[in-house]
């Protein structure tokens, strides 16, 4: 465990067996993450088959047309995002790809995002204590919506926003690609005690964010000096699993974390879903 800065801890990671293992316990992890910190699991995924997640990710975006219509939080899309999030009332500009019907793609398109959405999916349980699949739930329940997000180079950016602590409790952001090498700007941001702690250089390829899900978070932008296109794939890429009701109750209007006195009365229990 390597401590870059306060709330700002790395941890050593690998695959084991098909799973996300850390040099420390679960239980331990999910400590650091509701203390809490912003915590980044090291070299837990091979560049190489990230760069497959991405490649099939693009294949699959050219032969599927853009969605323009509204979500439905049932299917696999891609979509352009530029606007106010109806959500999380926050300004965005980035690609996104959802994966809410996996077992309607494809199969070796199936078997390359399982070989990260399912270490992630496993991982996420072991932190919450869950044992949740991927796929759609009873109705009324949360389920997970996974996605691969492209920030383009040439201004791309998420705006500061949050979400209820639960039912994520944790969230997880792997980088599919190399900061300096692939893209040069952008990464996540955070406050914690009113103190900014920004990831920008610290996440590589292989890396995962852990992050306590109701803190206030932004993407900063890709450099301006770059310009712009949808349909340049340079840029950073991440894959996440968001893991929520669509039809469920929003975040609140007033940021519910970030702040001292509210993170010294945060329940920190974990929630079984």
């Known amino acids: 465990m390597k401590k870059i800065a306060d709330y700002f801890i790395t941890l050593e990671g690998r695959l084991e067996n098909g799973g996300i293992v850390t040099e420390l316990p679960y239980d331990d992890v999910m ?15 091979p560049a190489d088959a990230l760069q497959q997640v991405i490649d099939a990710t693009l294949a699959w975006s050219k032969q599927e047309p853009l969605r323009q219509e509204p979500d439905d939080f049932m299917s696999n899309a891609h979509k352009h995002r530029l606007h106010i999030s109806n959500i999380q009332q926050a300004p965005q500009l980035f690609h996104d ?24 999916n496993r991982f996420w349980n072991r932190l919450t204590n869950n044992d949740v699949p991927l796929g759609r739930r009873a109705e009324g329940e949360p389920y997970f919506h996974p996605q691969i997000t492209h920030y383009p180079l040439g201004g791309s950016f998420f705006g500061r926003h949050w979400h209820p ?17 692939d893209y040069h700007s952008g990464g996540t941001g955070y406050v914690i ?22 803190l206030p978070h932004w993407v900063s932008p890709s450099s301006f000096a770059d310009r712009f296109s949808w349909d340049d794939p340079k840029g950073r890429w991440v894959a996440i699993i968001p893991f929520y009701n669509p039809w469920g109750i929003p975040a609140p209007s007033e940021e519910p974390q970030g702040w001292k006195t509210q993170i010294a009365t945060a329940d920190l229990q974990p929630e079984a879903v």
Do not use: C, W
């Open 165 to 181: 602590l639960n039912p994520q409790q944790v969230g997880l952001i792997l980088a599919l690609n190399q900061y300096g090498k």
């Open 193 to 214: 005690n009113d103190t900014i702690i920004e990831t920008e250089g610290h996440q590589n390829a292989g890396d995962m964010i852990l992050f306590r899900y109701d």
């Open 31 to 45: 400590q650091l993450v509701n203390e809490p910190n912003v915590v980044i699991v090291k070299n837990i995924f």
């Open 97 to 120: 790809h959802t994966f809410e019907n996996i077992p309607a793609l494809q199969p070796d398109l199936q078997q390359t995002l399982l070989s990260v959405f399912g270490p992630m």
